[in-house]
């Protein structure tokens, strides 16, 4: 008998498009297809980064067109 499988999605919130942005928060969800389980999982980060992170300021400006929820 097989062990059931998940599928798992990430999402990451950064202030820029480069691979060393600032991170804003980290999301996951895990799903089981066989059964319909979720797993979720959130964390917010500090926006006081290190200084060789990256922000953009294309992207804060389209954050602050974002709801709060966003």
């Known amino acids: 008998m097989s062990k059931p499988r998940a599928e798992v999605a990430i999402d990451l919130e950064t202030l820029s498009t480069s691979p ?29 980064s290190p200084p060789d992170r990256k922000t953009d300021a294309s992207t804060r400006a389209w954050w602050s067109t974002q709801s709060a929820e966003a």
């Open 20 to 48: 060393a942005a600032v991170l804003l928060s980290i999301g996951a969800v895990a799903v089981c297809a066989a059964t319909g389980q979720t797993i979720k999982f959130y964390a917010a980060t500090s926006v006081a």
